[in-house]
């Protein structure tokens, strides 16, 4: 599965963005998708996760400011960042599990396809 990031940018603090997260060649709908999130010099980060029955996770420094959906009919996994501060620059990952596999996690190594990552820029 290739997943094909976007809607990244650059942005003023305060503002929001949406990410969006497509696969080539299959349907998301069975699978569990994440968003993860790197920064210069940092290790990649645990953002949000949604499960096929569509429950969901946050990292608790996202938890009430970014919101994960899927719209199955679109074949879609989104990321709705609200009042963006400049600690949340980085490259914005989707990654989808296995789909034998129905737990949501918070590691990298619990996923099997990553999309190439989408820069966002928030600016103080």
């Known amino acids: 599965v290739q997943l094909q990031a976007s809607g990244g940018g650059l942005v003023q603090a305060g503002d929001s963005l949406r990410l969006s997260c497509a696969p080539s060649?299959?349907?998301?709908?069975?699978?569990?998708m994440a968003w993860f999130r790197q920064a210069p010099g940092k290790e990649r980060e645990f953002v949000a996760a949604i499960a096929g029955g569509s429950s969901t996770a946050y990292a608790d420094s996202v938890q009430g400011r970014y919101t994960i959906s899927r719209d199955n009919a679109k074949n879609t996994i989104y990321l709705q960042m609200d009042r963006l501060q400049p600690e949340d620059t980085a490259v914005y990952y989707c990654?989808?599990?296995?789909?034998?596999?129905?737990?949501?996690?918070?590691?990298?190594?619990?996923?099997?396809?990553w999309g190439q990552g989408t820069l966002v820029t928030v600016s103080s």
């Open positions: 990654a989808g599990r296995n789909p034998s596999l129905t737990g949501i996690r918070r590691d990298t190594r619990a996923y099997a396809y």
């Open positions: 060649g299959r349907t998301l709908s069975n699978y569990v």
